[in-house]
């Protein structure tokens, strides 16, 4: 099988809402919008994208319900997490964790979607010394 493209699509009452979102807040680009789906391409090199669909939307099998905005992240990898984290915040997207250097390497923050969709926003740092060891996988 050759995989062509591959996406989370995510179930929310309004498409609009997610679209302008992602629009605003993370420079997505509309690659294709009816009035119940709307798939958005991300500013990475390689066309990673996402798509909404409403819970009623016509196309078969049915399905699934609404996200209910419970086990699911989504991680946008940045160059620069603090300046991130000030034009989020500065557009008005709802921050739900603040900025903070992690142990494990990671400077991130989270910020909601309309759908509750959590996005975690990180940059790759230095772990800690010895922080990993303690979760190594031994043979």
């Known amino acids: 099988m050759k995989l062509l493209d591959a996406y989370p699509l995510i179930t929310a009452e309004n498409v609009a809402a997610q679209r302008d979102f992602y629009v605003t807040h993370f420079a997505a680009e509309v690659g294709f919008e009816a009035n119940w789906f709307v798939y958005l391409v991300l500013p990475a090199a390689d066309g990673r994208a996402l798509a909404f669909m409403t819970p009623d939307h016509p196309s078969k099998p049915p ?77």
């Open 63 to 139: 399905g699934p319900e609404p996200f209910d905005s419970k086990g699911m992240i989504l991680t946008f990898q940045v160059e620069d997490a603090a300046t991130a984290f000030a034009a989020l915040t500065a557009s008005g997207a709802e921050i739900t964790y603040p900025l903070a250097d992690e142990p494990w390497g990671q400077r991130r923050f989270m910020v909601r979607d309309p759908a509750g969709v959590l996005i975690d926003v990180v940059e790759q740092t230095e772990p800690a010394a010895g922080f990993w060891e303690r979760y190594a996988v031994k043979p």
